[in-house]
């Protein structure tokens, strides 16, 4: 029941105020307004961007009202997250005005969000060694290392995923349902709260994505889904993990992630830059391929759910 009432919650909130959110960012001209010389831009009339708000305020009422992390915790996850919010809406604002923001701002304030979140203990440790049963503890700038890239990493190809009506958040969906199992098998109450209510903002707002979009979430919504779900990742499935369940977050995040490596790949292979946005994440070549975007989101939500299946085997092997 402390599960479901955390779901309903969250989702119920995101219900209401996206809506009200959608006629503000209208009334602002805080729209997505088609691009026809954009090919990444598929849609064809204006799309209010104000959505992500609703996400956070969802999971945010929902996470104060059901998590028992310390004060410490939930501050570095809440202001952390609206470091997150706040960036991606200057972000946003830019895009609507037709202008690029710069990239090092952003990637400043990412980092510090995650900082803030490593300074307050959420953060990859170690693992177990499963020839000596030990847990095997990195070093202190390792383990800075890894959260940090692991936190940027995850909020930045969820973010990238955000090109089609419906992906990203289907797949950040996709990927919190499956932590969020993972969490109750690790009895990891907090990380299982946290993933829950990512699930229920998640289905509010696919109600308005879903094809035809009436609603966007923009790099704001994006990125903080990425945010969390990076962040329930340390805090369940990475807990205590052995060499084997360290992939189980990385196949729940699979698509997103797997994809994204592919394209980094290949701009430095042809000497583009990793950070500037294009068309060649798997959703736009499947588009180019001959699919129409139903049958796009369609093919990727089938794959995330198999890799997402596989992730929570892994958690179940007795090893």
């Given at each position: 029941?402390?599960y479901?009432?955390?779901?309903?919650?969250?989702?119920?909130?995101?219900?209401?105020?996206?809506?009200?959110?959608?006629?503000?960012?209208?009334?602002?001209?805080f729209?997505?307004?088609?691009?026809p010389?954009?090919?990444?831009?598929?849609?064809?009339?204006?799309?209010?961007?104000?959505?992500?708000?609703?996400?956070?305020?969802?999971?945010?009422?929902?996470?104060?009202?059901?998590?028992?992390?310390?004060?410490?915790?939930?501050?570095?996850?809440?202001?952390?997250?609206?470091?997150?919010?706040?960036?991606?809406?200057?972000?946003?604002?830019?895009?609507?005005?037709?202008?690029?923001?710069?990239?090092?701002?952003?990637?400043?304030?990412?980092?510090?969000?995650a900082?803030?979140?490593?300074l307050?203990?959420?953060?990859?440790?170690?693992?177990?060694?499963?020839?000596?049963?030990?847990?095997?503890?990195?070093p202190?700038?390792?383990?800075?290392?890894l959260?940090?890239?692991?936190?940027?990493?995850?909020?930045?190809?969820?973010?990238?995923?955000?090109?089609?009506?419906?992906?990203a958040?289907?797949?950040?969906?996709?990927?919190?349902?499956?932590?969020?199992?993972?969490?109750?098998?690790?009895?990891?109450?907090?990380?299982?709260?946290?993933?829950?209510?990512?699930?229920?903002?998640?289905?509010?707002?696919?109600?308005?994505?879903?094809?035809?979009?009436?609603?966007?979430?923009?790099?704001?919504?994006?990125?903080?889904?990425g945010?969390?779900?990076?962040?329930?990742?340390?805090?369940?499935?990475?807990?205590?993990?052995?060499?084997?369940?360290?992939?189980?977050?990385?196949?729940?995040?699979?698509?997103?992630?797997?994809?994204?490596?592919?394209?980094?790949?290949?701009?430095?292979?042809?000497?583009?830059?990793?950070?500037?946005?294009?068309?060649?994440?798997?959703?736009?070549?499947?588009?180019?391929?001959?699919?129409?975007?139903?049958?796009?989101?369609?093919?990727?939500?089938?794959?995330?759910?198999?890799?997402?299946?596989?992730?929570i085997?892994?958690?179940?092997?007795?090893?």
């Amino acid at each position: 029941m402390h599960y479901l009432a955390a779901f309903l919650l969250s989702l119920v909130i995101a219900l209401i105020l996206i809506p009200v959110l959608r006629r503000w960012a209208v009334q602002l001209d805080f729209v997505d307004k088609p691009r026809p010389d954009n090919e990444r831009k598929l849609h064809r009339e204006p799309i209010p961007l104000m959505a992500g708000i609703a996400l956070f305020v969802g999971f945010a009422v929902t996470y104060i009202s059901f998590s028992d992390m310390t004060l410490i915790e939930s501050a570095a996850v809440l202001g952390g997250s609206l470091l997150i919010l706040l960036i991606g809406l200057v972000d946003d604002w830019y895009k609507v005005s037709r202008r690029e923001f710069p990239a090092l701002p952003k990637l400043i304030v990412q980092l510090l969000a995650a900082l803030l979140v490593y300074l307050a203990g959420i953060r990859f440790s170690g693992f177990s060694n499963p020839f000596t049963d030990t847990y095997v503890v990195l070093p202190e700038w390792l383990q800075l290392v890894l959260t940090l890239l692991w936190i940027f990493g995850v909020t930045t190809v969820i973010n990238f995923t955000d090109g089609l009506d419906g992906l990203a958040g289907s797949l950040a969906t996709i990927s919190a349902g499956t932590l969020f199992v993972v969490a109750i098998a690790q009895q990891e109450s907090n990380s299982a709260v946290m993933a829950i209510s990512l699930v229920g903002v998640g289905l509010a707002y696919l109600k308005y994505n879903k094809p035809p979009a009436k609603v966007y979430m923009g790099d704001s919504g994006a990125t903080f889904l990425g945010f969390i779900l990076a962040i329930i990742a340390l805090d369940g499935a990475f807990k205590q993990a052995t060499v084997l369940s360290l992939f189980v977050p990385i196949l729940a995040l699979g698509v997103p992630i797997f994809d994204n490596i592919f394209v980094v790949l290949k701009r430095l292979k042809n000497g583009q830059k990793i950070y500037e946005a294009d068309a060649s994440q798997i959703h736009y070549r499947l588009l180019s391929s001959g699919l129409n975007p139903k049958q796009v989101l369609f093919v990727l939500c089938l794959v995330s759910v198999c890799l997402s299946l596989s992730s929570i085997i892994l958690v179940l092997l007795p090893i």
